[in-house]
């Protein structure tokens, strides 16, 4: 395969900074119904950058579950990879790569803990085999095969059948506080729009950048 002749020109759109609304949470909120009402299959679903106490980054995929001023909520298992890395370092990245629109975001800011009671409110809100799903995985954690945890999964299930399952101990929201954005337009001959906001004394500087 010959990546190198794998080229695209982008030519949808252009940004500019007289468009550009002044907050950036509004900007985003923009951009994420346009992608929405695109059809962009899970517009939500956003790319989350950890570093281990080592210093490895890592990357995945997770799902936005709701945001606003106070920042961008996903969850996730307490004791997973991510959650070992944030205790350590709570400085995230994420990223929403909406290709389709020609357009990029990334966020970069602390994550924190949300609390238990939002948690509990979002995790009563998911489907009951979402909720059993929370208690079977240890994440992260090897295991001996698919079989044992559909086991576990098959077991939990005739626990709880008759009652509500209840929020894991170990399972909970995380919120990131965003002190910097970029949005991304493509252009053409690679000449493509990028802006950043980053907070300075509780007010966003907006720069161009060079693409």
């Given at each position: 395969?010959?990546?190198?002749?794998?080229?695209?020109?982008?030519?949808?759109?252009?940004?500019?900074?007289?468009?550009?609304?002044?907050?950036?949470?509004?900007?985003?909120?923009?951009?994420?119904?346009?992608?929405?009402?695109?059809?962009?299959?899970?517009?939500?679903?956003?790319?989350?950058?950890?570093?281990?106490?080592?210093?490895?980054?890592?990357?995945?995929?997770?799902?936005?579950?709701?945001?606003?001023?106070t920042g961008?909520?996903?969850?996730?298992?307490?004791?997973?990879?991510?959650?070992?890395?944030?205790?350590?370092?709570?400085?995230?990245?994420?990223?929403?790569?909406?290709?389709?629109?020609?357009?990029?975001?990334?966020?970069?800011?602390?994550?924190?803990?949300?609390?238990?009671?939002?948690?509990?409110?979002?995790?009563?809100?998911?489907?009951?085999?979402?909720?059993?799903?929370?208690?079977v995985s240890?994440?992260?954690?090897?295991?001996?095969?698919?079989?044992?945890?559909?086991?576990?999964?098959?077991?939990?299930?005739?626990?709880?059948?008759?009652?509500?399952?209840?929020?894991?101990?170990?399972?909970?929201?995380?919120?990131?506080?965003?002190?910097?954005?970029?949005?991304?337009?493509?252009?053409?001959?690679?000449?493509?729009?990028?802006?950043?906001?980053?907070?300075?004394?509780?007010?966003?500087?907006?720069?161009?950048?060079?693409?």
């Open positions: 395969m010959d990546l190198a002749m794998m080229r695209e020109e982008f030519t949808l759109s252009g940004l500019s900074r007289e468009t550009l609304l002044a907050d950036p949470v509004q900007q985003f909120e923009a951009w994420f119904e346009q992608a929405e009402s695109a059809g962009i299959n899970m517009p939500n679903a956003m790319s989350l950058a950890t570093v281990s106490p080592d210093g490895q980054p890592s990357l995945r995929t997770v799902l936005l579950k709701y945001f606003d001023n961008f909520v996903f969850f996730t298992n307490y004791e997973s990879k991510k959650a070992k890395d944030i205790a350590a370092n709570a400085k995230v990245a994420l990223h929403f790569p909406w290709l389709d629109l020609e357009r990029q975001v990334k966020i970069m800011g602390r994550a924190e803990r949300v609390s238990t009671a939002e948690s509990a409110k979002y995790f009563l809100s998911r489907p009951h085999g979402s909720q059993l799903g929370a208690w240890n994440q992260s954690a090897p295991i001996s095969s698919r079989q044992m945890l559909m086991s576990k999964f098959e077991e939990l299930k005739q626990k709880f059948k008759k009652g509500e399952v209840p929020l894991p101990s170990f399972w909970g929201g995380y919120r990131v506080v965003p002190d910097t954005f970029e949005f991304w337009q493509g252009r053409k001959h690679r000449l493509h729009d990028r802006f950043q906001y980053t907070l300075e004394a509780e007010k966003w500087k907006i720069e161009r950048l060079a693409p």
